[in-house]
């Protein structure tokens, strides 16, 4: 049977995600888990600030015209999708990490952007700066949804996953269990190893990409394909 990556990222990303799974030579199957919302939110003063850190090209898609009260300060980004999307925007991008915000945040010299205005997802990875202080606004909403027809037979035939969160793993496995969907005749490849660790156990493999990258993950995805695809 030919594997195919199930991929449960927002319309958006999972179109973008699926792209580059076909010039891989990957076959998809896209039945996103979560939509994306905005969120009303009031934008503090510029002036107080002196970056912007985004963590998900979310933060710029879906901030509104707010958004560009700061489109003056220079933007850390995390991940090079985020990155493109806040120059499209009209921002000047300082620092692009790939390795995570907590390790974009270590990467920064002493007293560099002291005051930061992080722009994040209502559910999101908390940040702690050992100096300086982070401003937090959410401006938007990854609601989750039931799992789609799509997700349901292909998980029930046996492919691959793929995870970019914690709370993406743990909705899944919840959501396979309520549906008495035996998580066994799947892999999983996982962004990070956190989010391999919350997938939990029960499956036919759980691994997690050489770094935090869609590409990496994509790699990992076609390594999985080719071991398991006598599933």
């Given amino acids: 049977m030919t594997m195919s990556v199930i991929i449960l990222r927002p319309r958006d990303s999972a179109d973008e995600t699926a792209k580059r799974a076909h010039d891989l030579g990957l076959a ?4 996103p888990l979560f939509v994306i919302e905005p969120i009303a939110w009031a934008a503090p003063p510029a002036s107080a600030f002196d970056a912007v850190m985004l963590t998900s090209s979310n933060a710029v898609k879906h901030a509104g015209p707010e958004l560009q009260k700061y489109v003056q300060l ?4 995390v991940g ?3 990155a493109a999307a806040a120059r499209q925007a009209g921002f000047t991008v300082a620092v692009t990490g790939n390795r995570g915000a907590e390790e974009l945040l270590q990467s920064l010299p002493s007293g560099q952007s002291p005051h930061i205005l992080r722009l ?3 559910d999101h990875v ?3 700066r050992s100096s300086g202080e982070i401003t937090l606004c959410r401006v ?3 609601r989750a949804l039931p799992l789609g027809g799509k997700a349901q037979a292909a998980l029930r035939q046996g492919h691959i996953v793929l995870l970019y969160s914690v709370r993406a793993a743990k909705i899944l496995v919840s959501e396979m269990d309520r549906l008495n969907i035996d998580q066994s005749a ?3 490849a996982a962004l990070s190893a956190n ?3 919350a997938a939990g156990n029960g499956w036919k493999k759980v691994d997690t990409a050489l770094q935090p990258t869609d590409d990496a993950l994509l790699s990992l995805a076609g390594r999985l394909c080719h071991k398991t695809g006598s599933l």
């Avoid at 998809?28 to 039945?31: L, W």
């Fill in 186 to 188: 799947n892999a999983v």
């Fill in 74 to 77: 220079p933007v850390l980004a």
């Fill in 126 to 128: 908390k940040l702690v």
């Fill in 195 to 197: 989010i391999a660790q």
């Fill in 140 to 142: 938007y909403e990854s």
């Fill in 80 to 82: 090079e999708a985020t």
């Fill in 28 to 31: 998809t199957v896209i039945d």
């Fill in 120 to 122: 994040t997802g209502k």
